[in-house]
């Protein structure tokens, strides 16, 4: 699963999630290896936008990185981000009720 915490530029929220929109909706509809792609917004920080996902493999999320839309996104973003911070982890516990 991958973790992606952004802190954006003050005011590029609304630009930055039409793009962020378009990667997840593309992800989750063209990409048969990915089964979770979540956009997040923090409370109280309106510029901080988190991205959960979660990928069959790590060949599913490399196929992902190398995509015409996270291409597009990754490159039209890139100027409205102050960081990105990417952390991938492993998954130790799925805890069922």
């Not at 048969?32 to 309106?46: H, I, K, L, S």
């Not at 996270?70 to 039209?76: A, I, L, P, R």
Request: charged share 30%; glycine share 4%.
């Amino acid at each position: 699963m991958v973790w992606v915490d952004f802190r954006l530029k003050p005011g590029a929220r609304g630009r930055f999630r039409e793009l962020v929109d378009a990667n997840a909706t593309a992800s989750m509809r063209s990409e048969t290896g990915c089964r979770r792609f979540d956009v997040t917004q923090a409370r109280d920080e309106p510029d901080r936008v988190l991205l959960y996902e979660i990928y069959d493999s790590e060949a599913a999320f490399e196929h992902h990185c190398r995509t015409v839309h996270f291409d597009e996104f990754n490159s039209q973003s890139a100027p409205l981000v102050d960081t990105k911070l990417v952390t991938i982890c492993d998954l130790v516990l799925e805890a069922s009720s």
